[in-house]
C-alpha cells in the first residue's frame, strides 16, 4: 500500500536515531569520515552522506520517483540535469515562459558547448512537433509558469517526447509535489527549487531532480564534478520544512484560490491569473494534471493605481521579490529585483508581462486578514 501524501511527507526518509531514540532525523555535519572503517567514501560532493540521502528520499517518495539527488539552489539542480543529459550537436526544445533565470542558462551556455535550443510559444501539441529537428534530444517544461500562470498538458508533452524517443524536464517548483506529480504522466526528470514552497519559510536555498535511477544516477557524476551539492546542515532544514509541506500548501491552495476570487471582482483589478478560476484558458487542463492549483497567482491593476503606492499601502501582505513564503509576498516584475528585471530583451518580446502586472505568491495567514488589508490597499 502507498502512503498519502501527508504521511510521506512526515515519515518518509527520516533517520533513525539509535544513540538517543529521539524521534527526528539526527543532524550529521562531518564532511570527513574515518577511512579504516567507514563502509563508503562518504563526503558531501559525492551526494552520499546521511542528511542528504534522507530529504532526497522524502522527495523522492513525494514525487513517485526511484531516485532524487538534492543541490545547493534549484539553478543548480537545474543546469546540473540539463548539462547531465545532453551532448555537442543535440537540439533541446524548451517552452516560452520559463524561469528567466533557466533561459538565460539555456541562452548564455548550451550553444558555448554545442547544445542548440529552440523556445516554443504555444501550448499546443502541433506547436512542439514543428520545433522537431533529427537531432532533438529533450524537451524542457515548466507548469505553471511565472508570472502569468500558463498551464501546459503534461500528459500531451510525454507522449510527443516518447514518439521521438526524447528526455524530458519538467521545472514543478510552482505546482509542488502535493499539487502535482509528473512522472505519473511519463515525465522523466522533475526539478525544483527548494528555496521556493519546499522550503516555504523564506529561509534556504536548495534545489531537487527526482526520476528514474537511469535518469538521475548519471548525474551523480555531474554535481561531483560541477560541485552543487547541498550540506547537510541545510538538508536538515528542508526536511523539517517538508514535514509541513502537505498542510502548508492546502492552506496556499485554499488562500490562493480565494484571492483569486476576491481580485477578479474587485473594481481596480482588470483581469486576474490562476489556473484555479473558471476563466482562465486552461483551467480544464489544470483541473486534469493537477490536484490543488497552488499558490502563485498574478493580477493586472487598473492604470489608474499606482502600482508603487499600492504596494506602499500594504500592511500585512509584504512586497517582497522572491515567493513560496509562510508570508503572503506580491511583487510588480518589472519592479524591485525579481527575476524578471533581468531577463533577456529576447525573451521579454516572448512573455506579455505589462508594467500594471502583479504577482503574489499566498502564504498561510488567515484569508480575512489578507482580505482586509487588499481591499484597503487597492482602494483608489
Ligand atoms: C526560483 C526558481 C528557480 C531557481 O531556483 P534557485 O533556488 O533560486 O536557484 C527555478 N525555477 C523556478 C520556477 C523558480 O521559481
Redesign the pocket.
Known sequence: MRYSLETLCVHSGTIDDRLTWGTRSPLFPSNSHKHLVAQEDLYPRHSNVANQRAVAEKLRDLEQGEKALVFS??????STALLSHLRHGDHLIMQKG??S??FRFAANHLPKIGVEVSLVAGSKRDDFLSQMRPNTRAIYI?TP??PLLEVLDIEMIAEVAALHGLTTFI?N??ATPINQTPIRYGIDIV??????FLGGHGDI???VAIGSESHILPMIEYVNDFGGCLNPQTCHLLERSLLTLAIRMAKVNENAMKLAVLLNEHPSVTAVHYPGLTSHPSHEVAKRQMAGFGGVLSFELDPRIDVTAFQNRLKLVVPAN???EATTTLNSPFQAST?FRSLVAEQRRNVDVSHQLIRMSAGIEGFDDLSLDLLQALAP
Open positions: 539552489s534549484g539553478m543548480a539542480a537545474i520559463i524561469y533565470g533557466t515548466e509558469t511565472n521545472d517548483t510552482i526539478l525544483h527549487s527548494a528555496t521556493k536555498t536548495a534545489g522572491s515567493m513560496g527575476s
